[in-house]
């Protein structure tokens, strides 16, 4: 990975959700006396700014952008995996190829590839689990070319899971890796 | 068994879990949590707690009621039944014929007295009904805020005397309590009473560990849009990112000395466990690998940390020498052991196994190999040994929400500490 590369990729997708409000952690006080006070949050960790993953949506009728049409692989962006596993199946070729192919094309266009886990098991060993599913994809999209400067793989374990019902489905949904497009 | 105990068993949770919530209301202005005593072993200490004398005009103190929640939830006794018992306050006055006929092995009895400027003067003794002789006798000058640590510290003495190890029920715990989008991280009593927020955000906090000395906590937060890992002091709040390296940094472990913590960092490579000094500097990497490592605990003598690794095709333990050198796996049965916590003593593991699709707590003894499975539940998570051993904090999952549960070491006495319409998770059993 580009080490150059990853700040500023960092800093357009934080500036990019900044516009929805700062939610960065509040710290408390905690005296001896056992009664919690409210301390204002320390100056230096206001800096955090935390937007909560806004994603943009295309408009209807934009045909422009390939990435949007459901009738492209493009449209596709979730990789999914079987319990425990980091393995990129091979249905999810064609639509590795095409992102694969937009990259090439596209050299200013950059990817976060999320990591995410089902919720069973420990948060700590699937926020791994979750970095290894996004690093497979990360590799199995620089074998089709992708230059590294244009990827990042990170994790959400399984704290961000996108359908939270307690049943085998959801598991299955919440097992994956998602292409998010740094422009998005 | 949680959700159906018997009715006879209900109807004496139920009593003690009314009175608590009763007699505790003058002392705390929070939310109770529960506490249900769920099942238990043969052998345990039969103990008279008669309800403390109140000073005059006062209240009666919780602190009898306190105290006796703090013995039973240990699994190492039961409470007698006072009923038209009569009710001493001093040595003096006991009939120790009349605690015998009722079984007990031992009598706690106490008073309190008001003290000018608003203080409390508590004094308890513990008497030995089978040998009719005073055990210990203590007296505490207290403020009107510390009836609650002064009852653990009663309990922690009664275990002490009785069964020669000391109690836990002075010490703290911390987890993640989620409410909606927001996550707060807190800190309480042994028992899940009193809890204090240190931290609220709106994205995930997980892996809070105490310091050694119990001052500092580390913790993951996801507020920068991804893992990073904290230390904060307990004392004034501050805080400082001791890992927040590129990419994921996670998995703090407090060395025994609480000068360094072992870390996951994804900065090189897959999840690898690094060591790192307490503010931040001094980075060193410790495994190496394309696997993935991470859930470092360090062994009480500092020599060896036990971790979780997919090294061998499967979720597993595995220890190595903290100074480097060869990985060598502890766990073997089943496809999926992880989350690694390791006895004060050293002697043996807790950790979640998966077995036939339950995650649930196990305790591994290093020396024989024998393992055991603590629980009945299928979606534990975290466990943590209470400082003097002889429980495992544990989260699970039961009615679709996160709880929090102690276990005895026996697995026979299960107690759960949760507050009603949250889902509490990540615990962590401190100082």
């Given at each position: 990975?580009?080490?150059?590369?990853?700040?500023?990729l960092?800093?357009?997708?934080?500036?990019?959700?900044?516009?929805?409000?700062?939610?960065?952690?509040t710290?408390?006080?905690?005296?001896?006396?056992?009664?919690?006070?409210?301390t204002?949050?320390?100056?230096?960790?206001?800096?955090?700014?935390?937007?909560?993953?806004?994603?943009?949506?295309?408009?209807?009728?934009?045909?422009?952008?390939?990435?949007k049409?459901?009738?492209?692989?493009?449209?596709?962006?979730?990789?999914?995996?079987?319990f425990?596993?980091y393995?990129v199946?091979?249905?999810?070729?064609?639509?590795l190829?095409a992102?694969?192919?937009?990259?090439?094309?596209?050299?200013?266009?950059r990817?976060?590839?999320q990591?995410?886990?089902?919720?069973?098991?420990?948060?700590?060993?699937?926020?791994?689990?979750g970095?290894?599913?996004?690093?497979?994809v990360?590799?199995?999209?620089?074998?089709?070319g992708?230059?590294?400067?244009?990827m990042?793989?990170?994790?959400f374990?399984?704290e961000?899971?996108?359908?939270?019902?307690?049943?085998?489905e959801?598991?299955?949904?919440?097992r994956?890796?998602?292409?998010?497009?740094g422009?998005e | 068994?949680?959700?159906?105990?018997?009715?006879?068993?209900?109807?004496v949770?139920?009593?003690?879990?009314?009175?608590?919530?009763?007699l505790?209301?003058?002392?705390?202005?929070?939310?109770?949590?529960?506490i249900?005593?769920i099942?238990?072993?043969?052998?345990?200490?039969?103990?008279?707690?008669?309800?403390?004398q109140?000073?005059?005009g006062q209240?009666?103190?919780?602190?009898?009621?306190?105290?006796?929640?703090?013995l039973?939830?240990s699994?190492?006794?039961?409470?007698?039944?006072?009923e038209?018992?009569?009710?001493?306050?001093?040595?003096?006055?006991?009939?120790?014929?009349?605690?015998?006929g009722?079984?007990a092995d031992?009598?706690?009895?106490g008073?309190?007295?008001?003290l000018?400027?608003?203080?409390?003067?508590?004094?308890?003794?513990?008497?030995?009904?089978?040998?009719?002789?005073?055990?210990?006798?203590?007296?505490?000058?207290?403020?009107?805020?510390?009836?609650?640590?002064?009852?653990?510290?009663?309990?922690d003495?009664?275990?002490?005397r009785?069964?020669?190890?000391?109690?836990?029920?002075?010490?703290?715990?911390?987890?993640?309590q989620?409410?909606?989008?927001?996550?707060e991280?807190?800190?309480?009593?042994?028992?899940?009473q009193n809890?204090?927020?240190?931290?609220?955000?709106?994205?995930?906090?997980?892996?809070p560990?105490?310091?050694?000395?119990?001052?500092?906590?580390?913790?993951?937060?996801?507020?920068?849009?991804?893992?990073?890992?904290?230390?904060?002091?307990?004392?004034?709040?501050?805080?400082?990112?001791?890992?927040?390296?590129?990419?994921?940094?996670?998995?703090?472990?407090?060395?025994?000395?609480?000068?360094?913590?072992?870390?996951?960092?994804?900065?090189?490579?897959?999840?690898?466990?690094?060591?790192?000094?307490?503010?931040?500097?001094?980075?060193?990497?410790?495994t190496?690998?394309?696997?993935?490592?991470?859930?470092?605990?360090?062994?009480?003598?500092?020599?060896?940390?036990?971790?979780?690794?997919d090294?061998?095709?499967?979720?597993?333990?595995?220890?190595?020498?903290?100074?480097g050198g060869?990985?060598?796996?502890?766990?073997?049965?089943?496809?999926?052991?992880?989350?690694?916590?390791?006895?004060?003593d050293?002697?043996s593991?807790?950790y979640?196994?998966?077995?036939?699709?339950?995650?649930?707590?196990?305790?591994?003894?290093?020396?024989?190999?024998?393992?055991?499975?603590?629980?009945?539940?299928?979606?534990?998570?975290?466990?943590?040994f209470?400082?003097?051993?002889?429980?495992?904090?544990?989260?699970t999952?039961?009615?679709?929400?996160?709880?929090?549960?102690?276990?005895?070491?026996d697995?026979?006495t299960?107690?759960?500490?949760?507050?009603?319409?949250?889902?509490?998770?990540?615990?962590?059993w401190?100082p």
């Amino acid at each position: 990975m580009n080490k150059i590369f990853w700040p500023v990729l960092l800093a357009l997708t934080v500036s990019a959700c900044s516009t929805t409000g700062s939610k960065e952690a509040t710290v408390e006080d905690r005296t001896g006396s056992g009664t919690a006070a409210t301390t204002p949050s320390a100056g230096a960790e206001s800096t955090g700014v935390s937007g909560a993953g806004v994603a943009g949506s295309a408009l209807p009728g934009d045909a422009s952008d390939p990435r949007k049409d459901p009738a492209s692989p493009l449209s596709k962006r979730s990789v999914h995996f079987d319990f425990d596993s980091y393995v990129v199946k091979d249905e999810y070729r064609p639509m590795l190829e095409a992102h694969a192919g937009y990259l090439a094309a596209k050299r200013d266009a950059r990817v976060i590839l999320q990591g995410n886990a089902d919720e069973r098991g420990s948060r700590e060993y699937n926020l791994a689990l979750g970095q290894k599913r996004a690093e497979a994809v990360r590799k199995a999209l620089a074998v089709l070319g992708v230059s590294d400067a244009q990827m990042e793989a990170i994790s959400f374990g399984e704290e961000k899971p996108r359908n939270e019902a307690d049943t085998e489905e959801a598991y299955a949904e919440n097992r994956r890796t998602d292409v998010v497009y740094g422009d998005e | 068994m949680i959700e159906n105990p018997t009715p006879m068993l209900r109807a004496v949770l139920l009593f003690p879990l009314l009175c608590l919530a009763w007699l505790s209301a003058p002392f705390s202005a929070h939310a109770a949590m529960e506490i249900q005593v769920i099942g238990g072993a043969a052998n345990k200490i039969a103990v008279a707690m008669v309800p403390f004398q109140a000073a005059p005009g006062q209240p009666v103190p919780a602190l009898s009621q306190i105290a006796g929640d703090d013995l039973e939830r240990s699994g190492r006794f039961r409470r007698v039944g006072l009923e038209g018992a009569p009710q001493p306050v001093a040595p003096a006055q006991v009939d120790y014929s009349v605690w015998r006929g009722k079984g007990a092995d031992a009598l706690v009895i106490g008073r309190v007295a008001a003290l000018p400027g608003g203080r409390f003067e508590v004094r308890f003794y513990l008497l030995d009904v089978i040998k009719r002789t005073q055990l210990a006798g203590y007296s505490y000058n207290i403020s009107a805020g510390q009836w609650r640590a002064t009852a653990h510290q009663i309990a922690d003495i009664i275990h002490e005397r009785l069964t020669g190890t000391p109690g836990a029920f002075s010490s703290r715990i911390a987890y993640v309590q989620k409410q909606g989008k927001r996550y707060e991280l807190k800190v309480a009593d042994a028992d899940g009473q009193n809890p204090r927020t240190i931290v609220r955000s709106g994205e995930s906090v997980i892996s809070p560990r105490f310091s050694p000395d119990g001052k500092r906590l580390a913790y993951v937060s996801f507020e920068d849009r991804k893992p990073v890992v904290y230390v904060q002091s307990l004392q004034d709040g501050s805080r400082r990112k001791v890992a927040a390296f590129k990419g994921s940094n996670s998995a703090p472990a407090w060395a025994p000395d609480g000068r360094r913590l072992a870390v996951v960092l994804t900065r090189d490579a897959a999840s690898q466990i690094y060591l790192i000094n307490a503010d931040g500097s001094g980075l060193a990497r410790l495994t190496r690998g394309g696997h993935l490592d991470t859930e470092p605990v360090f062994s009480p003598d500092s020599k060896t940390l036990y971790f979780t690794s997919d090294r061998g095709g499967s979720a597993q333990i595995y220890q190595m020498a903290v100074s480097g050198g060869e990985p060598r796996r502890v766990s073997y049965s089943g496809s999926y052991n992880v989350s690694p916590a390791i006895s004060p003593d050293g002697k043996s593991l807790a950790y979640i196994s998966r077995d036939e699709g339950r995650f649930r707590v196990v305790l591994h003894d290093l020396a024989s190999g024998q393992i055991r499975a603590l629980t009945d539940t299928t979606r534990d998570e975290s466990p943590s040994f209470a400082p003097n051993g002889q429980a495992v904090l544990y989260a699970t999952v039961l009615g679709g929400r996160g709880i929090l549960g102690t276990v005895s070491l026996d697995g026979q006495t299960r107690a759960r500490l949760s507050e009603s319409g949250v889902d509490a998770r990540e615990p962590a059993w401190g100082p």
